[in-house]
T-cell receptor, first 114, second 114 residues
Framework: NAGVMQNPRHLVRRRGQEARLRCSPM?????VYWYRQLPEEGLKFMVY????????ESGMPKERFSAEFPKEGPSILRIQQVVRGDSAAYFC????????????FGPGTRLTVL | AQSVTQLDSQVPVFEEAPVELRCNYS??????LFWYVQYPNQGLQLLLK??????LVESINGFEAEFNKSQTSFHLRKPSVHISDTAEYFC????????????FGTGTSLTVIP
């Protein structure tokens, strides 16, 4: 059973470009969470999605950031018009149900904005 | 919202010496507690977790943590560290009835000195 997969592992963008980060949850998991880790900080929750629904986006910046988890395919975190402050590691986690006692984390995507 | 405090940002320790990494949380509600380990340029791996029952939980590689409800703490300990334990350690909390997100501390960088 493959773990949570994220791609790309490393992404370099210039200011103003768009960044798309993908997350495939573990098999059988329909709940996905995105976290951001800024340099020398802990992980901060961004958004929680179930298939085709955003359940909690309380941690998402109000502008430029969006997330989706379509019926088919991976979850996508999209950052439009990236700025240097968006440089961070973005981690995806998945769980088999809500109110879970465990979240399984992917290896992360390290975004660098030049 | 939860607050997780890891007071020690960096902990250097000699090989085979004991170590304690401290974690305190703010919750007044029932929580699940976790320690994750992050090796350089890798994702988070679950080290151990407290869900219920015995307040002392152990990992397969010799770490243990004790849930102390009165002090709202979940300190991580190991009686004898190895070079391979060098990594970043994150304490995390989720709320039992609304566990949609994990709240992470800022991390403790453990460096084992030969």
């Amino acid at each position: 059973n493959a773990g949570v997969m994220q791609n790309p592992r490393h992404l370099v963008r210039r200011r103003g470009q768009e960044a798309r980060l993908r997350c495939s949850p573990m098999k059988g998991h329909s709940h996905v969470y995105w976290y951001r880790q800024l340099p020398e900080e802990g992980l901060k929750f961004m958004v929680y999605l179930q298939k085709e629904n955003i359940i909690d986006e309380s941690g998402m910046p109000k502008e430029r950031f969006s997330a989706e988890f379509p019926k088919e395919g991976p979850s996508i975190l999209r950052i439009q018009q990236v700025v240097r402050g968006d440089s961070a590691a973005y981690f995806c986690a998945s769980s088999p149900r809500q109110n879970t006692d465990t979240q399984y984390f992917g290896p992360g995507t390290r975004l660098t904005v030049l | 919202a939860q607050s997780v405090t890891q007071l020690d940002s960096q902990v250097p320790v000699f090989e085979e010496a004991p170590v304690e990494l401290r974690c305190n949380y703010s919750s007044s509600v029932s929580v699940y507690l976790f320690w994750y380990v992050q090796y350089p340029n890798q994702g988070l791996q679950l080290l151990l977790k407290y869900l219920s029952g015995s307040t002392l939980v152990e990992s397969i590689n010799g770490f243990e943590a004790e849930f102390n409800k009165s002090q709202t703490s979940f300190h991580l300990r190991k009686p004898s560290v190895h070079i391979s334990d060098t990594a970043e350690y994150f304490c995390a909390v989720s709320e039992k009835n609304t566990g949609n997100q994990f709240y992470f501390g800022t991390g403790t960088s453990l460096t084992v000195i030969p």
